[in-house]
T-cell receptor, first 113, second 113 residues
Framework: SAVISQKPSRDICQRGTSLTIQCQVD?????MFWYRQQPGQSLTLIAT?????????ESGFVIDKFPISRPNLTFSTLTVSNMSPEDSSIYLC??????????FGQGTRLTVV | AQSVAQPEDQVNVAEGNPLTVKCTYS??????LFWYVQYPNRGLQFLLK??????LVKGSYGFEAEFNKSQTSFHLKKPSALVSDSALYFC???????????FGKGNQVVVIP
């Protein structure tokens, strides 16, 4: 199994600012992902965080808006840039072990005002 | 493209009655299927998975699910629902060769005392 710690757990931010969310895993993992869960909706994959290379973004998500770092196999950050109220969501970090076991952080509840 | 569908928005059931949450998947290779539960203000918790083998899989908290290839379904079941089972339930799929989880829209389960 894997234990994932996300920080912050929640934040209220002004529009136009940026927030960086941290994800720390208690073991080395290859596959790490960032998801967004908008209010009342399902989880949408933002990107795959690749160690040592640029993240792989899903359709509709771009690096300028959601820059991701992955300096090593236990840590990643997601930045939500130039925020607007539409970015208000829960952002979740996830890891995949053995290609069949996915674990999730507690999530970061972001409110943009 | 890989996807799962959860046709219902909300499932209401009386405490002690059987609970079923429906999930169907689109066919593209051999699916790995999962159920997750999300309690209010908490992260996603893994319930069970189907990878291969016995079509009936048993998971946490008394839940089980049956993989039905002919109907492309993976419905979640519990013989006797508890009020504490009230939560948001997500079906998800990974297809072999693709490491990304695709989630259904989620079903709100309400167990009525």
């Amino acid at each position: 199994s894997a234990v994932i710690s996300q920080k912050p757990s929640r934040d209220i931010c002004q529009r136009g600012t940026s927030l960086t969310i941290q994800c720390q895993v208690d073991s080395q993992v290859t596959m790490m992902f960032w998801y967004r869960q908008q209010p009342g909706q399902s989880l949408t994959l933002i990107a795959t965080a690749n160690q040592g290379s640029e993240a792989t973004y899903e359709s509709g998500f771009v690096i300028d808006k959601f820059p991701i770092s992955r300096p090593n196999l236990t840590f990643s950050t997601l930045t939500v840039s130039n925020m607007s109220p539409e970015d208000s969501s829960i952002y979740l970090c996830s890891v995949l072990l053995g290609n069949t076991e996915a674990f999730f952080g507690q999530g970061t509840r972001l409110t943009v005002v | 493209a890989q996807s799962v569908a959860q046709p219902e928005d909300q499932v209401n059931v009386a405490e002690g009655n059987p609970l079923t949450v429906k999930c169907t998947y689109s066919v593209s290779g051999n699916p790995y299927l999962f159920w997750y539960v999300q309690y209010p203000n908490r992260g996603l918790q893994f319930l069970l998975k189907y990878i291969t083998g016995d079509n009936l899989v048993k998971g946490s908290y008394g839940f089980e699910a049956e993989f039905n290839k002919s109907q492309t379904s993976f419905h979640l079941k519990k013989p006797s629902a508890l009020v504490s089972d009230s939560a948001l339930y997500f079906c998800a799929v990974i297809y072999y060769g693709n490491n990304r989880l695709a989630f259904g829209k989620g079903n709100q389960v309400v167990v009525i005392p």
